[in-house]
């Protein structure tokens, strides 16, 4: 069974940091461009950081630039977001996902995480 595993979420203070990990199982991540996305309450599904194939990380969106760092361990299987200086509007349910290559658009992507939930609140 192909599947994408995000951890790592949770809640944060303003300022605070933290690293989500979306592991893979039945595939190879390192055959795949991995992109992260995260849904705001009533707001559209965004495309925020992407890590290309030989790691670089790519694609971040204006609102995560510079805070936002994508990486990849291929011997685990799993691909980081590690995200730094949390605001209150970073608060969002966060999805990797699985594509040929990095794109902002979500139908590019064929495998899909389950979600996970972090929250920046003091």
């Known amino acids: 069974q192909l599947q994408l595993v995000e951890s790592g979420g949770g809640l944060v203070q303003p300022g605070g940091s933290l690293r989500l990990s979306c592991a893979a199982s039945?595939?190879?991540?390192?055959?795949?461009?991995i992109g992260w996305f995260r849904q705001a309450p009533g707001k559209e599904r965004e495309g925020g950081s992407c890590?290309?194939?030989?790691?670089?990380?790519?694609n971040n969106a204006d609102s995560v630039k510079g805070r936002f760092t994508g990486s990849r361990d291929n011997a685990k299987n799993t691909v980081y977001l590690q995200m730094n200086s949390l605001k209150l509007e970073d608060t969002a349910i966060y999805y990797c996902?699985?594509?040929?290559?990095?794109?902002?658009?979500?139908?590019?992507?064929?495998?899909w995480g389950q979600g996970i939930q972090v929250t920046v609140s003091s």
């Open positions: 996902a699985a594509g040929r290559l990095c794109s902002r658009r979500s139908g590019a992507y064929d495998y």
């Open positions: 039945g595939f190879a991540l390192d055959d795949y461009a």
């Open positions: 890590i290309t194939k030989s790691g670089s990380s790519t």
